[in-house]
Nanobody, 119 residues
Framework: QVQVVESGGGLVQAGGSLRLSCAAS????????MGWFRQAPGKEREFVAA????????YYADSMKGRFTISRDNAKNTVYLQMNSLKPEDTAVYYC????????????WGQGTQVTVSS
């Protein structure tokens, strides 16, 4: 099993920045990718970004490219999401999830962290 815990959400003004953290523990050797997703009120959950646990390859939703950066610190088993130039439409609950090598499914999810961008 893998445990995932997010932190770093909060309230920020439009144009500001936030950095989210996601700490993984447990069987981290089973992780293929770590991904960030978000869900705004009344909307479906959407993919934001992902990073390979071992190789460092990164993947972004087209709408996030250039503003969001995903990175990892394997020594700390932590993944980060740096969000710049935030917009009110970025307001959502942000979730971190671990994709497992054997299933290629995001099997383990954190509880989510609220990001609110005021105009």
């Amino acid at each position: 099993q893998v445990q995932v815990v997010e932190s770093g959400g909060g309230l920020v003004q439009a144009g500001g920045s936030l950095r989210l953290s996601c700490a993984a523990s447990g069987r981290t050797s089973s992780i293929n990718l770590m991904g960030w997703f978000r869900q705004a009120p009344g909307k479906e959950r959407e993919f934001v970004a992902a990073i390979s646990w071992s190789g460092g390859s990164t993947y972004y939703a087209d709408s996030m490219k250039g503003r969001f950066t995903i990175s990892r610190d394997n020594a700390k088993n932590t993944v980060y999401l740096q969000m710049n130039s935030l917009k009110p439409e970025d307001t959502a609950v942000y979730y971190c999830a671990a994709q497992i090598r054997t299933s290629y499914a995001y099997e383990y999810w954190g509880q989510g962290t609220q990001v609110t961008v005021s105009s």
